[in-house]
């Protein structure tokens, strides 16, 4: 069973930046990690993914302001955020796939006032 925790959520203002951290229990290397949110009353939404070799993916309106990234060996991944909005407010989810199954972590909030 692989476990996944975020972490670096909280409150910023618009304009400001967070770094989200995402940790696998797992000494098997995630072929996928990536990020989702999902704001009150909307469907989840795609961010951003990342594979073990680095190949990065990013949902057209996150390109910009998120970058992914992670630490192999580790599985560690990241999500930083630039010139945060406040229809950035959402629960920020962490997801990695391991021979074909998908882990979930339990999500992070993240707050921006405008």
Do not use: H
Request: with cysteine; proline share 2%; aromatic share 12%.
């Amino acid at each position: 069973q692989v476990q996944l925790a975020e972490s670096g959520g909280g409150l910023v203002q618009a304009g400001g930046s967070l770094r989200l951290s995402c940790a696998a229990t797992t000494i098997d290397s995630l072929n996928v990690m990536g990020w989702y949110r999902q704001a009150p009353g909307k469907q989840r939404e795609f961010i951003a993914s990342i594979t073990s070799g680095g190949r990065m993916n990013y949902a057209d309106s996150m390109k910009g302001r998120f970058t992914i990234s992670r630490v192999n060996g580790v599985n560690t991944m990241y999500l930083q955020m630039n010139s945060l909005k406040p229809e950035d407010t959402a629960y920020y989810f962490c997801y990695g796939q391991l021979y074909g199954v998908n882990y979930w972590g339990e999500g992070t909030l993240v707050s921006v006032s405008s």
